[in-house]
């Protein structure tokens, strides 16, 4: 359905000094870099940056890179932010140039933006959204994703700890911004995100801009100990979720134990919070992600809940649903 085409051309940078200073810029080792197309010189500052699985360093202005992926009859482009370490996954339409498409906020597991990940992104695209998926650890290494091995485990739990939560919110609020400031997107907006990335897509739905947002087994969110001088207050502000929510958790998953998922619930239920909560028997932490270097991935149950992401995003995005009006209320009791 979605085509390689030419990319939108980004917006004008904020008169704002950038965050993040980087040398060098990478990209996940497994995106297959085609072949680029030049954007103004004064629309990004010039850095050299290099691209990890090529081993060569390219100067001079940043650029468009374009990747093709293995789904069938669908591409997309991927922009990088250099200032906020940002990747963009961006559909197209043949024939349709001026294309909108709804945005969403996707959020990386503690090993940042890498291959299992990025093919996420790209399935997201696949069905008609922008994606933009933030590098979280920017503030302190280069957005090269870590490898799923102790080393880059043990970097990214505490690179996650180390990490602000207003750092957190920043990044949020960029990535947002960068969704909206496209002139191909609607304005409608989601987020989702798995691990880390579950948490800070429900942390990404505190602002109102967010219509919906899917949270894959979510962490630290039960325990408030996202971030630096925790605990956090993501659940103590969930009545500020005006958007719908999707909760998914694994019954095995160690991170987030039954007495954990059962207060994550019981607050969004008091707190009034339109939500919907799966469950999956037998399934362990992380089991979307399709690298097998830990066992956990389920393939079957991916696609399962690949449906419950198409289905809230589909309702809620892509439809005029006007002002929501009443919670329920009673429901008739009858057979």
């Known amino acids: 359905m979605f085509y390689l085409s030419t990319p939108p051309t980004p917006p004008p940078l904020s008169k704002t000094p950038p965050r993040l200073k980087l040398s060098e810029l990478y990209l996940p080792n497994d995106i297959n870099l085609s072949n680029s197309l030049s954007i103004p010189q004064n629309a990004y500052r010039r850095v ?5 699985h090529q081993g060569r360093r390219r100067g001079g202005i940043n650029e468009y890179l374009t990747s093709r992926h293995s789904i069938p009859m669908s591409s997309e482009h991927i922009l990088t932010d250099i ?3 940002i990747c963009l996954f961006h559909p197209s339409i043949p ?10 906020a996707l959020f990386s597991e503690i090993y940042q933006v890498t291959g299992p990940v990025a093919r996420f992104a790209r399935s997201i695209a696949s069905a008609g959204y922008i994606v933009a998926a933030p590098s979280s650890y920017h503030d302190f290494v280069p957005s090269t994703p870590l490898a799923y091995d102790v080393p880059g485990t043990d970097l990214g739990n505490a690179l996650k700890a180390k990490k602000t939560l207003a750092s957190y919110d920043a990044d949020s609020s960029a990535t947002i911004d960068a969704l909206l400031a496209l002139p191909t997107c609607t304005g409608r907006l989601g987020a989702t995100g798995m691990c880390l990335g579950g948490h800070l897509a429900i942390r990404c739905a505190l602002d109102p801009r ?13 325990s408030a100990t ?9 659940l103590a502000r969930c009545k500020e979720i005006k958007g719908e929510l999707v909760c998914i958790h694994g019954t095995l998953d160690t991170h987030v134990p039954p007495a954990g998922r059962d207060k994550i619930r019981l607050k969004l239920r008091e707190a009034g919070v339109v939500f919907s909560w799966f469950e999956v028997a ?3 932490h992380a089991f979307i992600r399709d690298e097998m270097s830990k066992g956990r991935f389920d393939g079957a149950v991916t696609r399962v809940c690949w449906g419950m992401l198409e289905e809230v995003f589909g309702r809620v995005l892509r ?15 009858v057979c």
Not at 95 to 104: D, L, R
């Open 48 to 52: 050299p940056y290099r691209c990890a």
């Open 83 to 85: 200032y906020q370490g």
């Open 95 to 104: 024939g349709y140039p001026n294309a909108k498409f709804p945005g969403v």
């Open 210 to 222: 967010i219509s919906a947002a899917v949270a894959y087994f979510a962490t630290d969110l039960h």
């Open 226 to 234: 996202l971030g630096a001088n925790n605990p956090d207050d993501t």
């Open 282 to 284: 037998g399934a362990q």
């Open 319 to 333: 439809t005029e649903l006007g002002e929501r009006v009443g919670g329920g209320g009673e429901v008739e009791h």
